[in-house]
Structure formats: C-alpha cells, structure tokens
C-alpha cells in the first residue's frame, strides 16, 4: 500500500473521479467565498515540481515568518493529497509552466488587529514560464490570497501533475465586513486542542477571521492566562476575541472564590454588592490584555436572572444606592465596561444590555444581537455598532438550521441608511459546547459556518439571491475541506447529517 | 491566545481537569487495551524535558527508522496537547527523573507479516536518574511497547511536566491474536486520504494491526497499483490486506471492460463464460503482489446471485462442462484462488465460500465470517481458518450495535478444543462505506473499533466478563483519542452518539 506515494494519492482520490465523473460541468468558477470581482480563460499551465516563493520587490521583511509559512501550507495542503510525479510525460512543450507565485507586499507592519487592510490582487497569466503574481497590502491580505490560489490548483490523474486550469485569472478581492466570527465554547465540554487548531485552519480556508473564545460559563473555569503567546490563530490571520461573560453564567468562579456566590445555595450571577467580584474582573481583564491584543473584549452580560440571588436584606450595596435588582444588573455591566475601557478594550457585549439600558452603555460598545432578528436595526440606530448572530439562522447547534439559512441570513436586513450600514461591522455564527465535543465539532460547524462566511466576505450584489444557484460550488468546497482532512459533512440535509447512498462526494 | 503554549495547552486541557474532578478515582490501571501483565506500584517520575531514546545493546540496525520515527512520533502526540515548562519547580530533589527510554530490539529483522512476534517488556523503576526499559523480538513489538509507555505518560498541570504514576511498572505482553483487522471501503463514497492516514495511526493507539482495503465495488473502481511503495502502514505496524472481492459486487469493472459484463442489461456477477475475466483477474493480483506483501489477499465471493446474469444459451462454457449456475459459482471462486495460489498468496474469502462448497476450498483459505454467528466453530472442525466479523456484533454502520456488545463478541465462542481453537486466527471489525465518508468515518469506528481491539489483545482471563467493569478505563481511553486529535464519540449511546448535557469526557 501506498498511502503518501504518488500513485495511491492517485487511487484513494480517484474514486472521486470515476464516482462523480465530470462533476465539474461546462468549467464552473469553483472558488469559496467567491471573491469580489474574477474573470478567467479556458487554458492550462502546469505547476512546477519546484514551486517557488518569490518575494522579489516586497516591503515586508516577513521577519515572523508569516507569509512564508503561509506559502508552506499552500504546498502541504496541495501535497497531502497528491503527490506530483517528476516523470510526468506531460511536457512544458505542450503547456505552459508556472514557476512559482510572486509576492508583492505593500505594508511592511502586520499588526493584526479590527479592520486591518485584507484585500489582495492575484493574476496568473497564460504566457509561458511565468509566475503568478499575488499582491496586498498587508501579509494578511497575502494569506487570504493565498487561500483563493490554492483552489485553483487541481490535480491531474493522467498526467499526475498540478495544474492551474481556466488561465488567465485576474481575482480582486476584498472582505465586505471585517468582523467574521465563529464562536467556540471550551465551558462545556473538553475541546481537545488539535481540534482548535484544525477549526481555526479551516476558518482561514473560508476567509473567516475572529475566533470568538467563550471559555468560562457555568459549568467550568479552564482559564490559564497564557504567558509565552506562540499567536498560532494570528499567524493564520485570525483575531481571537476572548469573552468573560459577568454577571450571569459563573457559577464555576464561586469554586475557587466563594465569596463570588451570593449564597451557597444562589450561585449566580455573581454578586454585585461584593467588591472582590470587580476585583476578580479587573485581575482577569489585566491579564487578558498582556496576551489578548484585539482591540475587542467580550463581557457578556446575556440571560442575567436579577430576580435570582439578588434579593434579601444583606444587600448593603442596593440598599445604600437604592438600586432595585434590575438597576444593579446595569450598575454591573456599567462597572464592567470601565474595567474594561481602563485596560484599553473596546467591549462587546451581548444584547440583553442594549435591550435593557441601550442609552447607558458605552459608545464603545458593540451590541451582539443573538436572541431574533430585527435588533441590528435598532442597535445602529441608536448609533452604536453591532455583530449579528440571531440563533434562528446562525446558531450552529441548532441542527435543523440547514446551509442554505445560514446562507441567506442578511446582516443588513433592513438597514438602508449607508451610515447605519457601517455600525454593522460583520457577524458571527456560534458553535456553543453543550451538546458536541472533540468528536463531533468539525462536522457540525463545516459546511454551514462556510456558507456564512460567503455572506460575510462576498459584496452583496455578487450572493446568490437563491442559495441553489451554489449548491454545486458549496458542494465542490466541501469535499475540498474533506480532502484537506476536515470532516465537513453533506449537504443533502440538516447540520451533520451522513451521507446518502453511494456516490460522489460532489453530489452529496 | 496561545495554541501550542505551555500556559494555553494546559489552559484547553485543564477544563478536563475542573470538570471532571479527581476522575482517575483510586489509581486505576488505565491502559487500553489491557496487556497480559502488569504490576504497578504508587511513585512518581518525572520525564527529563530532553527524553531521548537510548538503543544501546539492540540487534536492530533500523536502518528504515521505523524505530526513530516511532519515538518521535510519541514525543509528538505527547507534545501536541502539552508543552512542558523548563523552570518547572517541580525539581528533581522532590522526584526522580526518567531521562529516556532505552529500547532493545533482539531481532534485525523488520519484515512485516502474518504472525510476527508482537510481544515486548516494558518496566519503568521508581529509582533516580534513570531510563524506562523496552525490550522486544521486534521493532513491531517496540511500537506496541511505545503505545503503551504513551499511556503511562501524564501531564500535571500544576508543575507543568509530563511524569509517570503509579510506577514502579513492570509490563509484560503480547497478542492473543495475530489477526486484529479493521475494513475499510473505498468503493462506496470518497475516503480522503488523511483520514485514511487518521484511522491507520489510530489503529496502532488501540494495538489493531491488519487493515482490510476493500478497494472496488459495485459502484466504482478506485484502484490503481501503487509503484513506489510508502509504507506508511508498515512503519505503523500494520499489514494491508487488499481485496479484489469476485465474481459479485463488480459492476463497476465493466466500465472499463464491458464485456466483462455477462450482458448490458445484467451487469454483475462477472462474466464467468469469458476467458478475458480470469486474464484480468490474474493481471490484477500480478499487481497487487508486487506491492501488498501481506501473505493473504482477500478473494471476496459474498453475495453472488448466480440466478442473475449467468443464465441462457450463450453459456457455451456452462453447457459444454455441463455447470448448472451454482457450479459456475464454484468454478469461478476456485479458478480464482488457484490464480491467487500461483501468485503466492493465502485466499481469505468470505464465508458464502465455505457455506456452499467448503469442502472444495483450497486448505490455504481462511474463511472470513460475516452473516452470523456460529460459522467459526464450523469452520474450525472443517480444519480451515477462520477470521471472526459477524455482522450481528462486529458491523460498525449498524449504529445501534454498541461498545458493549463490540467489547463482549467473542470469537472462540463454542470452540473448545485447542488445536480448533488455533485456526482462529482473529477477528475484523468493518466500517462499510455505504453511509459514511470523510465527514464521520472516524467516529463511526472509534470508540467502538477499540473495544473490538481489546478483545482481540488482551487474554481472555483479563477480559471483563462484564463491560461496565470497563468503562471508566474505556472513557479514559476515548478522551485520549480525542485528545490526540481522533474523534473518537462517546460512550453514552449508540455509535457516533452526541455528547450528553455539559460534564467531564471522562463521564461520557
């Protein structure tokens, strides 16, 4: 047997061919998200068995090494499923051969942070000899570049080369919102570290770039601050957004502070007439922001039961200021927030505040709609930003949400006004931990979370209006993910779901 | 954030921790599958942050590296989850240091192949400064030893070194049977490779050591030959046994030679009138002899409706040797094992062979058992071997057949005496492809391959004659899986079950 020889890459991959036959149809453009604006050819150029990196006239030193190990993976993710073979009869003299891909970048900084520059410009030309030309403004819009290249590289079974197919490309690109989140939730259930980083590879396949953390809630408190930060996400372009969510969902902290409950037997929210639980928060916020740079940090604030816990006369603090419960679950958030602003964050927060005290919230606050739609609207119009991810589309646990909601689902839904449009800085879908783990989160969140992320990336007049017109380009992604190791499932059917009958992956 | 980093990988990892508790309860032996000996004792070790491997003394040159690569490897799926912090308190004045492992391999020789000694002595003493001890007839036993001592290895969190428990240990074992395969079907959906190399890699964590390709079916022809061998899954330890399944379940073969299909209207079994059939045949197996060096190949056989296709007048052959269409059957299965011979191959086939011309069998087939039970015992008496997959127990696709039974199917059943019990040469558990591909094979067989996997290891005296004494030892093993990037599903259920209500891995 051969796994990882050049001939049974070939075998194993070959099914795909002969089961699905031409599933590629008359040359469709098969490129997830599809970028802002391509136009393509109908020639072939073989890529060289030395593909090459060339940086030649780049203003980035890369001194971290960013782009270059970008260009690696580019050339493992091609090789871990083919192997080229050097012998190949296919000859230079009958197409022509791309040498490598050059890249010009423009921004020698790459401070990853909200709103940096990711657009890109990739052209491979026809001529012979020749390298395609990749060129950003930051290494970040590099990478994304990257991404869209490699799924232009096809393999060919006969000739058992790599190939660029459909020359010449000209792709300019650019993100239509830079806030393109998925959420994991390490509360509650172990998520094995290998299955992170898969799940923040495949974000970079997709173009998605903010990883929203939720690590504490009710049920477990694995919080280590990390001391020596190795930026594995922001060496793939991808933002980590960490969220301490106070008052409610904290149960946990009272394990290892007790005085944070305020009772033994009422164990959350936290308790607000207890100076320490701000002390705890500045202590964790302080820590967050040696290690987490994104100039965002998530403070919760949803599903607060203020008619739980905080009742009872030992309530010195309510008391003292006359605040009934409902005022302290503001005077809370409030108090949060300045923590927060203290150490330099910009703060999100869930939207049960805006709902309760919209008009009292920092103006650095972004609004996180989650509960139903309609609260976007009203969030940019009383001026501040906002993230969507209403559960009834963008809720990945939610089985029955099927791709093409998720597709579909319009941050913008009735906001017309250009300048409300811009207080809607992207949005989110959310693969909360109750009910999946190690074992089964990739599958739930790939393919849908890929289809949002079209949504999220590709200008609005390019989306299709009917999500069947990219059933077989979404299809054609999905067993690219599963050729590239990440166990996206069908897309016959609800979140999850197996595949049917026998057949091609590109059909199912 | 920091994926890769000592603080983030125990920050991931220590929510296992928190929320399971003490999980490890009284110290018990979590090693899976269980070897045929062991004694432990209560100290601790730490693991030198420079652990090397130490071949001082061993006959084996392992001038292939299947050695090296194999330490290495355990260096890394410890490495993966957790980095160890070189100014960890913890000092060697509190504990004594194992600086490495000192491996001694006894035989030069790593062919690979049926019966190969498996068995190896692992012993790690509780005294200062000093190496654990594996010594084995093998390299393949070595890795098994490797698999093992893998599992002794744990992080503590708090010290931020790996350290060995429970030690002083003394490990002696070996395999209760040479046969221990898992089926996998290529034929049905698209089976990426990585996930391929996933399963293979997984298989040598659970001590399986023979995967059966079932390469074409009815639905496609995957198959190329393979000419500069790999062997990734030889340097596993695992042996290939490749399957050309004849003369049903071959539709697929028409495609390219359509007059190996008795009639375009009747497309399979194969052919059995046209001397073109068996000249393929005999090229295939050329073939798979220069590259499959298993001394087995399987000749499948099963499910041949010899009522379709193999009848009417153009059957000069049936007529002149005067063959009704279960004699064709016959013919056909047997000229195929003496091509099969000729090439020097054993025939594996399944058991519809010996269920209606056992007797006519070559005596170097092994009759592979799929319908029911009960078919081994009558195999054995017939004085053929015999490989244990009823499909009552052993089919992973019937998902509701759980680890229970997996872990209780127990392949001597009724079979008493030794000489009959020796021609029992294992057991296969098998994933057909029909209703899985790369989005969920992985968890369709773990956890419930492993359970297989002990049974089949482990001496039948150390069996738990009742699963639940298995369990927690089980769970521990599943969240290792998962830890190492498998996902193996949880216990709690059926197969590929979801995740129960928020709680520890241990306990699911």
Not at 253 to 271: A, H
């Amino acid at each position: 047997m051969e796994l990882g020889g050049p001939r049974c890459a070939g075998l194993v991959l070959l099914l795909l061919l002969i089961s699905c036959g031409q599933g590629r149809g008359a040359d469709p453009i098969n490129i997830w998200p599809m970028p802002k604006s391509v136009t393509s050819g109908k020639q072939t150029l073989l890529l060289s068995n030395d593909f090459v990196l060339n940086t030649q006239g780049s203003k980035y030193p890369d001194s971290s090494g960013i782009l270059k190990d970008g260009f690696s993976r580019f050339l493992q993710v091609l090789r871990a499923s083919h192997v080229a073979d050097s012998n190949s009869s296919y000859s230079s003299a009958h197409f022509p051969v791309c040498k490598g891909l050059h890249v010009v970048i423009l921004s020698p900084n790459d401070k990853l942070q909200y709103g940096v520059d990711e657009s890109y410009k990739l052209s491979v030309t026809a001529l012979g000899a020749v390298y395609a030309y990749l060129e950003a403004n930051t290494v970040y819009g590099a990478l994304h570049g990257l991404q869209t290249f490699s799924q232009l590289c096809h393999f060919n079974f006969k000739a058992r080369v790599f190939e660029v197919r459909q020359a010449p490309w000209t792709i300019i690109d650019q993100p239509r919102f830079s806030y393109r989140g998925l959420l994991i939730d390490t509360s509650r259930h172990y998520q094995p570290l290998i299955m992170i980083k898969n799940v923040i590879d495949s974000m970079a396949y997709t173009k998605l770039n903010v990883l929203h953390w939720h690590i504490v809630d009710t049920q477990s408190f694995p919080l280590e601050i990390p001391s020596y930060p190795k930026l594995y996400a922001q060496t793939r372009g991808i933002n980590v957004l960490a969220e301490i969510d106070v008052p409610g969902h904290t149960q946990s902290w009272g394990i290892g502070y007790p005085s944070l409950w305020p009772s033994t037997d009422c164990q959350q929210p936290l308790d607000v007439s207890n100076e320490l639980t701000f002390k705890v928060i500045d202590g964790i916020l302080s820590d967050f922001s040696k290690v987490f740079n994104y100039n965002f940090v998530h403070l919760g604030g949803d599903e607060v039961n203020t008619n739980l816990c905080w009742l009872g006369s030992h309530y010195e603090l309510l008391k003292k200021k006359g605040l009934n419960e409902s005022e302290a679950y503001q005077y809370f958030v409030l108090r949060s927030q300045e923590i927060a602003l203290s150490h330099g964050y910009d703060i999100v927060n869930w939207e049960e505040t805006f709902n309760n005290f919209g008009s009292k919230l920092s103006r650095k606050t972004v609004v996180h709609n989650w509960i139903g739609s309609g609260v976007a609207e009203r969030v940019v119009a009383a001026g501040l930003r906002c993230i969507v991810s209403n559960q009834d589309k963008w809720y990945l646990h939610y089985l029955d949400t099927t791709w093409q909601e998720f597709y579909m689902n319009e941050p913008l839904t009735n906001i017309t006004n250009p300048k409300q449009q811009e207080l809607v800085i992207g949005g989110e879908v959310c693969m909360w931990g109750e009910y999946i783990d190690g074992s089964d989160i990739e599958q739930t969140i790939w393919p849908r979370a890929a289809a949002a992320a079209e949504r999220l990336w590709t200008p609005y007049d390019k989306l299709a209006k009917d999500p069947r017109r990219v059933t077989g380009r979404l299809a054609h992604f999905r067993c690219l993910l599963n050729e590239r190791g990440v166990p996206a499932a069908p897309l016959n059917g609800p979140g999850r779901v197996a595949p049917e009958e026998p057949g091609s992956c590109y059909k199912q």
